[in-house]
């Protein structure tokens, strides 16, 4: 689970002594557990040193002044700012293992949709059941899966045109159309149908592409030069759409409506959810976790995505039977996130994920 998140300007400037450190950790202890500032008479009953309230509101202006926590209001007591929390979560964070309750219920759930299900509905049920156990919105970004053929046909639209039919062996058909070379003559695309489909069974786009352009020469030797034309533009426009579309699964946006005590919270949702339908930016956004090791977790304005909602996101990569990277899932909510809980369960879950998808 290395690669939390890369070192941070807080993490690396920021020294507290031991008594500062147990003070701002109850601060965004306290944050976490109930979304409310905590004042100097409280933590003076909770802290185990026998601190006054006077020593403690002297260390709090030293935090404050180091820009870990700031007052929401007047005499009010203190919250952690986003700078705060990315301290916290690189420096202080205690991350143990999965709870057996948690562990039983990812194991259940992933694995039970695993068995007899497509690849779209087992991210599905990592996405809900990741909303479920953190309250959050799960989110899975994934690559589109690159499925094994049965059958390629090129179906002519118009001279300039055709059609290019893909059977996979799960019985999925997708269409893609194709712009066809000046003069090419009738027999051309059946030709070029003929000579793929000889080749194609069982194997993916990917694959028969890579041979195919290796024995380019034999190929058109082959088929005249322009059905060879229509047979590589045909594999690169489909392995190109292949490789680069990507689909983004969100469940459990509820769950960021509960809890809600302000008129200021609902509005940080209302923005949450709208960022969350601009998917262009959520899959940048998963993107950047996939060059991490393990998990990732994205603090509030760190990320354009989260700079007016005031989210958070723990993510992680998830990789195919051949170590490849294929997708990021995670969990999205506000910044008081049980970082704790929340860090090893969406790691154990990517890696359960890419043990399935390894072993189909």
Same mark, same amino acid.
């Given at each position: ?185 009738? *027999? ?57 579309? /990507? ?48 998990? /990732? ?9 989260? *700079?007016? *909602? ?11 039977? /051949? ?35 390894? *072993?189909?």
């Amino acid at each position: 689970m290395s690669d939390r998140h890369p070192p941070s300007e807080a993490s690396s400037v920021v020294q507290l002594d031991a008594r500062s450190r147990e003070i701002f950790r109850q601060i965004v202890d306290s944050y976490l557990a109930t979304g409310e500032p905590v004042g100097s008479r409280n933590l003076a009953r909770a802290l185990p040193m026998g601190l006054s309230p006077a020593s403690i509101r002297n260390v709090m202006a030293d935090l404050e002044a180091l820009g870990l926590i700031y007052a929401p209001h007047i005499s009010a007591g203190r919250l952690p700012t986003e700078l705060g929390l990315r301290f916290f979560v690189d420096a202080m964070l205690e991350i143990g293992d999965v709870s057996d309750d948690d562990r039983r219920r990812v194991e259940a759930q992933v694995r039970g949709a695993g068995r007899g299900s497509s690849y779209e509905e087992m991210l599905a049920e990592a996405s809900s059941l990741l909303s479920g156990l953190s309250r959050g919105a799960g989110v899975v970004v994934a690559s589109k899966q690159n499925p094994r053929l049965k059958h390629i046909e090129f179906v002519p639209l118009d001279p300039q045109r055709a059609l290019v039919v893909l059977v996979s062996e799960d019985g999925a058909v997708e269409n893609r159309l194709l712009t066809l070379p000046p003069g090419l003559p009738s *027999s051309a695309l059946i030709e070029a149908s003929n000579f793929l489909n000889a080749r194609i069974r069982g194997r993916t786009l990917g694959e028969i592409r890579t041979d195919i352009e290796r024995a380019r020469a034999a190929a058109e030797a082959e088929l005249d030069a322009l059905t060879a034309e229509v047979v590589g533009a045909g594999l690169a426009s489909w392995a190109a759409d292949t490789v680069q579309e /990507r689909r983004l699964i969100v469940r459990g946006q509820a769950n960021l409506l509960e809890d809600l005590r302000a008129l200021e919270d609902l509005e940080r949702v209302r923005l949450l959810l709208e960022d969350l339908e601009a998917k262009k930016d959520v899959i940048e956004l998963l993107g950047r976790a996939e060059n991490a090791d393990g998990v /990732r977790i994205f603090i509030g304005s760190e990320n354009k995505l989260f *700079s007016l *909602s005031g989210s958070s996101m723990v993510a992680a990569p998830f990789h195919d039977g /051949r170590s490849q990277v294929i997708g990021v899932l995670g969990v999205i909510g506000p910044t008081r996130l049980n970082y704790a809980r929340i860090v090893p369960m969406v790691d154990y879950t990517a890696r359960l994920v890419g043990r399935l998808l390894g *072993s189909g």
